[in-house]
């Protein structure tokens, strides 16, 4: 057990609907990053957040959008959902700061557009 | 960016015998280097990591090379069990205040009995 958590572990939804998942980090982490993994794609950086700021964008699409609260869990919001969006989601927490770069990953989401 | 390339896709070795998983990265500022373990449906488990001012670090079973020059790095174990078989990742990232991982594509490794 990585300490990061995650909900859902699983979701199933149609297309065109919007969704949240959550995660909360690591006692003491206040870095959050969001991976998507699918079959095609391998493992995609979308967002990282630094004690509640947006540190570094990737190959987030703009349906996609994600922030931190005061508390250090995070949202990803998937919305106007489409098949191609169907994928593993992955939260990953870090110390952060000077010289800490180790990431846990939580269990995941899978997230199923029928 | 940054763009990791690992080979092989995928790699089947006897229980024993030795594994070796190589990968190259393109940004000469990468300066941190993870292995990931991924078991079927699991998450993502970090095993191993080396950073830019070290050439070679183990752990049991488990060592990696990092050559800066030639910006690659390797995963290599030793004894390799069934329960080593999974799906190996490699990783690379920048220092700085953006430390997102750039991963490989991965290689399922297969452990025959």
């Known amino acids: 057990d990585s300490g990061v958590t995650q909900t859902p572990k699983h979701l199933i939804t149609a297309t065109g609907q919007r969704v949240t998942l959550r995660c909360s980090p690591r006692?003491?982490?206040?870095?959050v990053y969001w991976y998507q993994q699918s079959l095609d794609q391998g493992l995609q950086f979308l967002i990282q957040y630094y004690n509640g700021e947006e540190r570094a964008k990737g190959n987030i699409l703009e349906r996609f959008s994600a922030q931190q609260f005061p508390d250090l869990h995070s949202e990803l919001n998937l919305s106007s959902l489409e098949l191609g969006d169907s994928a593993l989601y992955f939260c990953?927490?870090?110390?952060?700061?000077?010289?800490?770069?180790?990431?846990?990953f939580g269990p995941g989401t899978r997230l199923t557009v029928t | 960016g940054e763009n990791v390339e690992q080979h092989p896709s995928t790699l089947s070795v006897q229980e024993g015998d030795s594994a070796v998983i190589k990968c190259t990265y393109s940004?000469?500022?990468?300066?941190?280097f993870p292995w990931y373990k991924q078991e079927l449906g699991k998450r993502p488990q970090l095993i191993i990591d080396i950073r830019s001012n070290v050439g070679e670090k183990k752990d049991q079973r488990i060592a990696v090379t990092l050559n800066k020059t030639a910006k690659h790095f390797s995963l290599h174990i030793t004894e390799t069990q069934p329960e080593d078989s999974a799906v190996y990742f490699c990783a690379a990232s920048l220092s700085g205040s953006a430390r997102q991982l750039t991963f490989g594509s991965g290689t399922q490794l297969t452990v025959l009995p």
């Open positions: 006692s003491g982490d206040l870095s």
């Open positions: 990953a927490s870090s110390v952060g700061g000077q010289g800490h770069h180790e990431q846990y």
């Open positions: 940004d000469s500022a990468s300066n941190y």
